[in-house]
């Protein structure tokens, strides 16, 4: 499969809704994107579903995993959803549209570069830094910082995958804004070289 920086590769089973989606982006079969932005060569696998988010770009999304789920009403005397899907239950009272505004007011964003596991949650209004790792089967429930790498129920963090000071000359090179053919040209460097000297070179 080569991907296209016009038309994104959109799987079997997927539902996209009022969402803007970027070049070079597979969306893997079943995956579900509502009001959601994903950036330029990110990509999911099978069975995603994210919603109300912003997500960078070349962000690692692996299977099942669960962006900006939603929450029911449980200040309420039900927390049912027959209070704001109204109109599935009875033909004198439409949806509830400020409710719905309010779920998609509560966005989630995910920096560049960051690798959300297998089955990983993110909650609503939690950003997930630049470059970080969140671990397979991890609810991230709190921010994570850039290049952090977390796991488990609450999310913790483990370690960082650099340094401080590579964290932020890697922020402040932001390779990810490169062009495609400046991509293509450091592609052996971003394989072979170390981070450190991938910094030197290219002047971060």
Sequence with gaps: MRLSP?????????????????AY???????RLLHSSFGD???TDRF???????????????????IGPTDHPMHCASQHH????????????????????????RRTE?????????MAVIRPEVTVGIGAVVGAGTMVTKDVPPYAVVVGNPARIVRFRHPPEVAERLMALAWWDWDHARLRAALPDFRELAVEAFLE????
């Design 110 to 118: 995910v920096g560049h570069d960051a690798w959300l596991g297998h």
């Design 48 to 66: 995603c579903d994210i919603a109300n988010a912003s997500v960078g770009k070349f962000v690692n999304i692996a299977s099942y995993v669960r």
């Design 41 to 43: 060569y990110s990509y």
């Design 82 to 105: 027959m209070l704001y899907r109204c109109a599935m239950y009875w033909e004198d009272e439409p949806d509830d549209a400020a409710f719905f505004a309010r779920r998609q007011a």
């Design 6 to 22: 016009t038309e994104p590769s959109i799987g079997p089973g997927c539902e996209v809704d009022s969402s803007d989606i970027g």
């Design 25 to 31: 982006v597979r969306l893997a079969d079943g995956t």
């Design 201 to 204: 070179k290219y002047g971060g």
